[in-house]
């Protein structure tokens, strides 16, 4: 039996109801703040990823699923091509290659498949799911201005509120522009230095190659000597500092908590000044369900022109997740309105064309088949979890009226043709 590859997974009904329970609300949520939807391939050439996110991060060195595509001659040198890890880059790239900049402010967003190779745990996968939303534009439409981190992070309440998402944290911090980042990691280099051998593979690594991904390290034994390491906040400039205090100030007069976290840093090297993260404790350990933050620079480091942008991305498994313990999927589920039950030779036609005028009033429509008898169109009424039980016999057919019964109540009244949808609503 051929099984899924590991680290991904079917998503069945009813839990797919609770997805696009999901997807309905962030439609309508980003609709109210103006956000339109780019839909971006889902495989792009490796170099964005390696330029963009950054060749040191864990996602370029070591979570890429990459290969070359070659020409039909085994010689022909192909282009390297990457399953897309994350939203940004491609979103940006769109932006570079189609002008947007033309429309001022940019406010996009989607929803779609993102694939990384890494060890599948609860909530991780290899292929998985995001929502992404980015503001971006030239610094003449405003999207360097701290009003539009404050925004982005009203919206993402806005939304979790929506959904029933009770509980969560907002986690807050700046990391700064490029030069206060580079006087930190040499801070951090220094500091690193005499304590690295002690500390997990992952952490001796990137002290030499990007001492900024040590803030990422979630080894517990770790833990005591990040926390003796320089922080972030003492070397931002006063732009950066003004920044993030006017963010703080417009967070307070819209009433939405958060709490500095100076450790937080994101695991692309593309972010500047504001980063987040909403964690909720359902999650356990790896208890965030989103991120994001500012990436100033990355419009001009893919070869485009100069483009402030804010974004952030939703892993969607682990956003519906924290969802399943107080809203199951059946809760959601839209379940049949009626079920035709069509009685005797000759009236599947007829049953059919029922259906198809119901059907056009939005009801959820089930369509039994005349070989039924009429207990096991019952038993199949109660399977489908139908409210109503249609029957169309050769009388009724001839009357124009149907029995319709109520599978709740046990009342059953004769319908008129043209009544039934509204009888049924």
């Not at 390297?80 to 002008?99: D, F, M, N, Q």
């Not at 498994?317 to 000759?346: C, F, H, N, Q, W």
Request: charged share 30%.
């Amino acid at each position: 039996m051929i099984k899924s590859p590991r680290g991904t997974r079917d998503l069945l009904p009813p839990d797919t109801a609770l997805w696009n329970f999901v997807d309905a609300a962030v439609r309508d949520v980003f609709r109210a703040y103006n956000f339109h939807e780019i839909r971006t391939p889902i495989f792009e050439s490796t170099e964005l990823f390696a330029r963009g996110v950054g060749e040191e991060t864990d996602i370029v060195a070591k979570e890429m699923f990459t290969w070359e595509d070659r020409g039909r001659a085994a010689s022909d040198k192909g282009q390297s091509l990457t399953l897309r890890p994350e939203a940004t880059a491609g979103i940006v790239r769109a932006y570079i290659e189609h002008k947007l900049w033309d429309r001022g402010l940019n406010k996009l967003y989607c929803i779609g498949p993102m694939f990384r190779r890494e060890r599948p745990q609860k909530g991780r996968y290899r292929q998985f799911y995001q929502i992404d939303a980015e503001i971006i534009g030239p610094p003449a439409s405003g999207s360097d201005l701290p009003s539009r981190d404050a925004e982005i992070l009203e919206l993402l309440a806005t939304l979790l509120d929506r959904l029933g998402i009770t509980g969560w944290t907002l986690e807050l911090n700046s990391v700064g522009c490029p030069n206060d980042r580079a006087q930190f990691n040499e801070a951090l280099r220094a500091a690193l230095e005499p304590v690295k051998e002690k500390m997990c593979a992952d952490c001796q690594r990137r002290a030499v190659t990007n001492p900024l991904r040590v803030f990422d390290c979630k080894v517990p034994e770790d833990q005591p000597i990040i926390d003796t390491l320089p922080r972030i906040s003492q070397f931002l400039d006063e732009p950066c500092r003004k920044h993030f205090e006017a963010v703080q100030e417009i967070l307070q007069a819209v009433a939405i908590p958060f709490r500095i976290n100076d450790r937080l840093v994101r695991g692309l090297d593309y972010y500047t000044r504001t980063a987040f993260e909403f964690t909720h404790g359902a999650l356990g350990a790896q208890n965030a369900i989103l991120g994001g933050g500012r990436y100033d620079g990355l419009s001009e480091s893919l070869g485009g022109p100069p483009a402030p942008g804010i974004g952030f991305a939703i892993g969607e498994d682990r956003l519906v997740m924290s969802l399943e313990e107080k809203t199951p999927a059946t809760s959601v589920l839209r379940k049949p309105d009626v079920y035709i039950a069509p009685l005797g030779a000759g009236v599947n036609a007829h049953a059919a064309r029922l259906a198809r005028e119901l059907r056009r009033h939005d009801l959820v429509v089930e369509l039994g088949d005349e070989s039924f008898r009429l207990k096991k169109s019952f038993e199949a009424a109660d399977k489908a979890a139908a409210k109503y039980i249609l029957i169309v016999g050769e009388n009724e057919v001839k009357a124009n009226a149907f029995a319709l019964k109520n599978l709740a109540t046990g009342e059953q009244i004769s319908v008129p043709r043209a009544d039934l949808a509204a009888k049924i609503r």
